[in-house]
């Protein structure tokens, strides 16, 4: 590179040319972790203000690392909620994805169904690894219940799944959010949704695609290995199915 060039590099950058910026924060982070793989340049999804202010109400941690995963969730609700019957949560933590399905819920006035333990993870298993421990993300009922509170349609169940499934035993579901990171409940979840999934329901895994939940990979390859649904894995890390007829 010619010093004409880089002094008009620097220039660009120093006036808040946000292009450049993006090519130097690549290259550096090119250096330092390799493995990461910048996307393209200028995707909408980032531009979007309230969807970020949103995701930052709940999520105090600093960082943007769930910020596509809640994005690609909210997008593929469009696809199944104006299916018959309800939606539902396991593992909510704060409510972040729960506020999401349930904003696109009022349209169609749906039901929306939470399981959580509400004393974090429960105890992993040898196909989990050893990444998490029992008791992590653990979050008050009282701290989602305010965070949903401008929802009506929602139902609470707390407990170790799958204990209160039986609860919702009649009801047929048309999207269902799994997230609770580890082998045991969510295989459990599969178990229990998939024979109420409507056809063409989506159930999606937010951790399908991680190598901290290990798990939760084998618990959804496990179900699906003699099923017809295929599993979609997303470049956020998540996993789908969609319900075949
Ligand atoms: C990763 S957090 C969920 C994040 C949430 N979906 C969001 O949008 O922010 C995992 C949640 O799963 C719950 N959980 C984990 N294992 C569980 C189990 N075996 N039974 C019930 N809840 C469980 C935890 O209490 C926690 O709230």
Redesign the pocket.
């Known amino acids: 590179m010619h010093l004409s060039s880089v002094l008009k590099f620097v220039r660009q950058i120093l006036t808040g040319d946000e292009f450049p910026r993006y090519i130097l924060a690549e290259r550096i982070a090119g250096l330092i972790y390799k493995r990461y793989k910048f996307s393209e340049y200028g995707r909408l999804f980032l531009y979007d203000d309230d969807f970020v202010r949103l995701y930052e109400r709940?999520e105090n941690t600093g960082n943007f690392h769930s910020l596509d995963r809640k994005y690609a969730l909210d997008q593929l609700t469009k696809l199944s909620l104006f299916l018959d019957g309800d939606t539902a949560?396991?593992?909510?933590?704060?409510?972040?994805?729960?506020y999401l399905i349930c904003r696109r819920n009022l349209k169609y006035q749906k039901t929306h169904h939470i399981?959580?333990?509400?004393?974090?993870?429960?105890d992993p298993v040898n196909e989990d690894g050893d990444y998490w421990k029992k008791g992590d993300?653990?979050?008050g009922e009282h701290v989602l219940r305010e965070n949903l509170k401008e929802f009506s349609a929602v139902h609470y169940y707390k407990?170790?799944?799958p204990e209160r499934f039986s609860d919702v035993a009649d009801r047929k579901f048309c999207f269902v959010?799994l997230?609770?990171?580890?082998y045991?409940?969510t295989r459990d979840s599969i178990l229990f949704f998939y024979e109420r999934m409507t056809p063409g329901g989506i159930i999606l895994c937010?951790d399908y695609g991680f190598t901290s939940c290990p798990g939760a990979n084998k618990a959804m390859n496990d179900f699906f290995s003699d099923k017809a649904e295929e599993i979609v894995l997303l470049p956020t890390g998540q996993g789908f199915v969609m319900k075949q007829a």
Not at 179 to 182: A, E, G, P, T
Request: glycine residues 12%; aromatic residues 16%; contains cysteine.
């Open positions: 709940f949560e396991c593992g909510a933590y704060k409510g972040a994805s729960s399981f959580d333990s509400f004393e974090g993870l429960s993300l653990s979050c407990g170790w799944i959010h997230d609770i990171d580890l045991q409940p937010d």
